[in-house]
């Protein structure tokens, strides 16, 4: 208890402007974005190069599902300053750089392993990496809530997203082009040294702010699941099967697409141009556009939109497999997919906001946010294997048909409920 109370007095420093707030936001949503497609969609190309079957790359998308357990880790973030490290640079500073760090270790592991002679010492790594960048994503959490005020949040979570794009072009078009020229380990290495750059400028530069944290009596987890029980008492079970089923389309699509790309025949470079830099943008104008629909339309209508879109763009996929190597057809594919998933994934994160604002708390948020992705990351896992029995072309349908019980319980649902308060 002692180190959580002189970890909360180590900076002493005048408040943080508001500009220096954003640009270190800017800099964590990069540190934030920079491991996840390394461990998904760049890795999986990787794979397939090497000739790692396609059950196996179905498998590794299981180390995502660490992401989905972010309420349970941000307990002990609360609870725990790191020792001597959080006395030094503050409780929230030095869970950030200690799980940096974590990351960079495992990028340097998968870039010293070849994956198609250890592929279990990439997928221990590549788990590892996950881990830690889970981690660090609930670290980041709770220093954007302690170091801004209410009305500064909007400009932080903004430059978040900034930075956390910056990163997905970093880690996927700039490792798929890293690795074209210099091949997939300098690529990792190269990966893992940024992260080591971001952890010191982390140390150095991000504002640190200890705000008192409120202790649940009890064990650490106790508070997670009271929340995750209090949920289920609230929130009626068919709007909690819809988060879980939405983005199931966009997250069964994506554990395989990488593979077809390669099997299609695609470069490198191409896959980088088009499916990373140009679908990243097009992702941007989904946001936008899905922004545009809540102003004018109801949250019904919008989430109809949004499951309708991002399962229709699957059937382009299936359309790729059929085509082989088509930049056309790998362009259109891209442009439909990107700008649906980025209504889709809008309109859910309104709808899930809606819910929270109405009296959750925001580890219940963090609740939601895991019911969302977890089922999709765990069947993702058996999505090589469905490809290996029934071809691309098949598999892309099924992810197009997985969308149907999440159109029915929209309709069911009509329109986001107010949860009723607990005891009601």
């Not at 997985?402 to 159109?407: I, K, Q, Y």
Request: hydrophobic share 55%; aromatic share 10%.
């Amino acid at each position: 208890m002692s180190e959580h109370s002189q970890a909360q007095a180590t900076d002493r420093r005048p408040p943080a402007s508001t500009l220096a707030k954003r640009l270190a936001s800017g800099l964590l949503g990069y540190a934030s974005g920079l491991p996840f497609l390394l461990v998904l969609s760049t890795l999986a190309i990787w794979l397939r190069e090497r000739g790692v079957g396609l059950t196996e790359i179905g498998l590794m998308s299981w180390a995502s599902v660490a992401y989905s357990l972010k309420f349970l880790i941000a307990p002990f973030i609360d609870a725990y300053a790191l020792g001597p490290i959080g006395r030094l640079i503050g409780r929230r500073r030095a869970w950030i750089a200690v799980t940096q760090i974590g990351v960079a270790f495992g990028l340097v592991l998968m870039s010293m392993t070849d994956p198609g002679l250890n592929l279990w010492v990439v997928a221990a790594a590549a788990f590892a990496t996950a881990m830690f960048s889970a981690v660090q994503d609930a670290a980041i959490d709770g220093w954007r809530i302690d170091v801004a005020e209410v009305e500064e949040q909007g400009l932080l979570a903004a430059g978040y997203q900034l930075g956390y794009r910056l990163a997905v072009l970093t880690s996927g078009a700039g490792a798929l082009l890293l690795a074209e020229g210099f091949g997939w380990s300098t690529a990792y290495l190269s990966m893992a040294a940024i992260m080591i750059a971001v952890a010191a400028l982390t140390v150095s530069l991000i504002p640190s702010v200890e705000k008192p944290v409120a202790r649940a009596e009890g064990p650490v987890l106790a508070a997670p699941l009271r929340d995750l029980k209090d949920l289920l008492k609230t929130v009626p079970i068919a709007v909690l099967a819809l988060i879980a089923c939405y983005r199931a389309p966009d997250l069964l699509a994506g554990a395989m697409a990488s593979a077809l790309y390669v099997d299609a025949g695609f470069t490198k470079a191409e896959i980088a141009s088009v499916t990373k830099v140009f679908g990243v943008l097009l992702t941007i104008v989904g946001f936008f556009v899905g922004g545009f629909m809540l102003k004018r339309y109801s949250m019904r209508t919008t989430l109809i939109v949004g499951i309708v879109a991002s399962s229709a763009t699957n059937l382009f996929f299936s359309a790729l497999s059929a085509v082989g190597h088509s930049i056309p057809m790998l362009i259109a594919a891209i442009s439909f997919d990107n700008v649906a998933s980025g209504i889709a994934g809008t309109v859910l994160i309104a709808f899930m906001s809606k819910l929270a604002s109405s009296g959750f708390s925001a580890t219940r948020y963090a609740v939601l946010s895991s019911i969302y992705a977890l089922p999709g990351h765990l069947v993702g896992g058996a999505s090589g294997k469905a490809v290996e029995t029934f071809g691309f072309g098949t598999y892309f349908v099924l992810t197009f048909l997985s969308g149907v019980p999440a159109l029915l319980l929209c309709l069911m649902v009509k329109e986001a409920r107010e949860p009723r308060p607990p005891g009601a």
